[in-house]
């Protein structure tokens, strides 16, 4: 099936097959939240992106194959709502921005900007963005000779930056945004956020005036 992206709580999971990473996509919660479980193709170490919420979905999701860290994009309990129970389950280490870590249960491992995290074989680079909460982070994953994909919880959407409060924070945010995403990464760079559809950089590029004007 060709993936794209959509999912809703209760329906099947979203797979897609990238070059050393599998990644699949479900939504939990009353908020709809997506996680993401990547999987290295190569050795089957797997990773979990925000365990949002629905215990028992994300543990039937993992599987039997266990899990080697749980990642939190950002400090809001809707994204680590089943953390700590995730993390009991299957002995996970717990990675979370060093800026929000004390605000997330059980973290074990605070990250930094440009810090690195394994998948098995496979890397993700951490990005520090400021404006959502302090410790935001986006995970960018670039497959081998292939097009780079970045999990933006809630700091980037289709359609905008996540939400902010106060000027101050929005500009902080939309700077890094542009800086740190746009500004780096090609317009075929796929993104998955932290709740509803997928996109791209270059879906989005056009637009980025037109947030920082309307300021949200």
Do not use: C
Not at 92 to 98: K, M, P, T, V
């Amino acid at each position: 099936m060709t993936y794209t992206g959509n999912v809703s709580r209760g329906s099947a999971p979203a797979v897609r097959e990238l070059t050393g990473l599998s990644v699949t996509k479900v939504s939990v919660g009353t908020l709809d939240n997506n996680a993401y479980l990547l999987r290295s193709t190569t050795d089957g170490t797997q990773v979990l992106i925000d365990a949002a919420n629905d215990t028992a979905t994300l543990l039937d999701l993992i599987g039997d194959a266990g899990l080697a860290a749980v990642i939190t994009t950002h400090q809001h309990y809707d994204h680590h709502g089943a953390l700590a129970d995730v993390v009991k389950a299957t002995g996970a280490r717990s990675y979370a921005g060093a800026d929000d870590a004390e605000a997330i249960p059980v973290v074990t491992d605070p990250v930094r900007d440009g810090d690195t995290i394994a998948v098995g074989d496979r890397t993700l680079e951490v990005i520090h963005v400021v404006g959502h909460t302090p410790g935001s982070i986006i995970l960018l994953y670039r497959e081998p000779d292939g097009i780079a994909h970045l999990f933006t919880g809630d700091s980037l959407f289709p359609g905008g930056v996540g939400g902010t409060r106060g000027e101050q924070n929005f500009t902080s945010l939309i700077d890094d945004v542009e800086a740190k995403v746009f500004g780096r990464l090609p317009d075929d760079t796929w993104f998955y956020p932290g709740h509803g559809n997928d996109s791209t950089l270059g879906a989005e590029r056009p637009h980025l005036a037109e947030w920082r004007a309307r300021g949200w």
